[in-house]
């Protein structure tokens, strides 16, 4: 029998059919569909990444600060198995953020591929987004022209995507525009382009009415200038022109009714944190976080355990009688069941002080590591995420996980083995 030469694939065909692997993935978040499902392009990238195997990968993985973040992460989720109180849930969401980890240890140990096509990837992010943006919008607008649903709540008729709902693809939209703003500066696109995409992204942020996203969108354009280092001129141009942009949503959120309701919604929340409006409660979210926060002080240091977090807080919010008003009727928090509504605040109530660190040190990493090197795309998205992650518990969604193991995966983890092989050249060049 004839021995088989190990790796199987080597050199550039192995690149190409990983390139094609990620493609897979890529075309298929920003619409997820239940077929062909989007974990076949993670088991398309790891059967390319077991043929080509070489041994000298494993060193990179324990070289490189964020693979060990992650790998952190996910041991602090694991070992939440050992005294939570439903199993059945837990290994729902250990299999729900499996992502989370094979990213991670996949792009830090072989990032040849990740350097090479980062760009590319991202690029194809973009534009397939801003396809599944035209998507949602001819589509959505049909249904709402054929339904009853009123003006007032266009956002409904929006929500086209079983696995992909609003809050989620208003994200992908906002990073998607980052990339293409990205990649008019580095003259990769042209402007005519950049319209092209923009406009159908930023028509689909004004009638997803994501209030979060209307609130993300300027801070996360503010750390992008202060973090872009380029052509100064150009940079004024475009921090005008975003200006100009920005100005623009605003006036036609205002001018669209299912965004300026959402607007009079929030300016009620925020009156009613400390009393009612209209003799009605209508910020649930406070209350969600001040229950949370109850469940998070009787379970400081560990948590409640993996998978079993929601199911304290509901027991929690049957002791709330407060009335909520939802447009339509009266509600109260214990006839459904909820999250916490905040990644963060879900975290230490799942995996306590440990695993709010754990989380938190993905958002540090990049600052301590690449200080000044911070790139202005990986500084807004750092901004979008960390913002959304406060209103939403984004990672307890397959549509939140997918997007964020990736992207977080893609700008920083093969980042950091290029830095650290530039220093150790560097350090080794002064030596000499």
């Given at each position: ?107 830090s140990s072989w990032s040849e ?113 202060v973090f872009y280092r380029g ?202």
């Amino acid at each position: 029998m004839q021995k088989i030469n190990w790796p199987i694939l080597k050199g550039k065909l192995a690149l190409q059919l990983c390139f094609v692997a990620l493609l897979i993935y890529t075309c298929l978040l920003p619409f997820q569909p239940p077929f062909p499902p989007i974990t076949s392009g993670i088991v398309a990238f790891w059967l390319v990444y077991v043929l080509s195997f070489k041994r000298e990968r494993w060193s990179q993985i324990f070289s490189n600060p964020f693979a060990i973040a992650w790998a952190f992460y996910y041991t602090i989720l694991l070992f939440g198995l050992l005294y939570t109180t439903n199993l059945n849930e837990a290994g729902k969401d250990i299999v729900l953020k499996i992502s989370l980890i094979l990213w991670p240890l996949g792009f830090s140990s072989w990032s040849e591929p990740i350097v090479k096509y980062k760009s590319k990837l991202l690029l194809v992010f973009a534009w397939v987004t801003v396809a599944s943006s035209l998507t949602i919008l001819s589509v959505g607008l049909f249904v709402w022209s054929n339904s009853n649903i009123s003006s007032n709540k266009l956002f409904m008729a929006l929500n086209i995507y079983e696995y992909l709902p609003n809050h989620y693809i208003s994200l992908y939209a906002s990073f998607s525009l980052f990339i293409l703003v990205y990649a008019f500066l580095k003259k990769t696109i042209s402007l005519k382009l950049l319209l092209l995409g923009g406009i159908p992204l930023l028509a689909l942020l004004a009638l997803l009415s994501v209030r979060i996203q209307l609130i993300a969108l300027p801070i996360a354009a503010l750390s992008f200038f202060v973090f872009y280092r380029g052509d100064k001129k150009l940079k004024k141009q475009l921090a005008l022109i975003a200006s100009f942009t920005i100005v623009c949503i605003i006036t036609l959120a205002v001018l669209i009714p299912s965004t300026r309701t959402r607007i009079v919604e929030t300016v009620d929340e925020i009156k009613s944190m400390n009393g009612m409006v209209n003799s009605k409660q209508t910020n649930h979210r406070v209350f969600l976080w001040k229950y949370g926060a109850q469940v998070i002080s009787e379970n400081f240091w560990f948590g409640t355990g993996t998978g079993a977090a929601d199911a304290e807080l509901n027991k929690k919010l049957k002791t709330c009688t407060a009335e909520f008003w939802n447009g339509h009727e009266v509600y109260h928090l214990d006839d459904g069941s909820y999250n916490y509504h905040n990644t963060y605040l879900q975290h230490f109530a799942t995996l306590g002080i440990f695993g709010l660190v754990s989380l938190l040190a993905l958002f540090v990493l990049p600052l301590l590591i690449f200080k000044k090197n911070l790139g202005a795309l990986e500084a807004a998205f750092l901004t979008l995420t960390a913002i959304a992650f406060s209103t939403e518990s984004m990672l307890e969604r397959q549509s939140g996980v997918l997007f964020f193991g990736f992207i977080y995966s893609l700008l920083f983890v093969s980042k950091a083995n290029s830095t650290g092989k530039n220093m150790l050249n560097k350090s080794t060049a002064q030596a000499r």
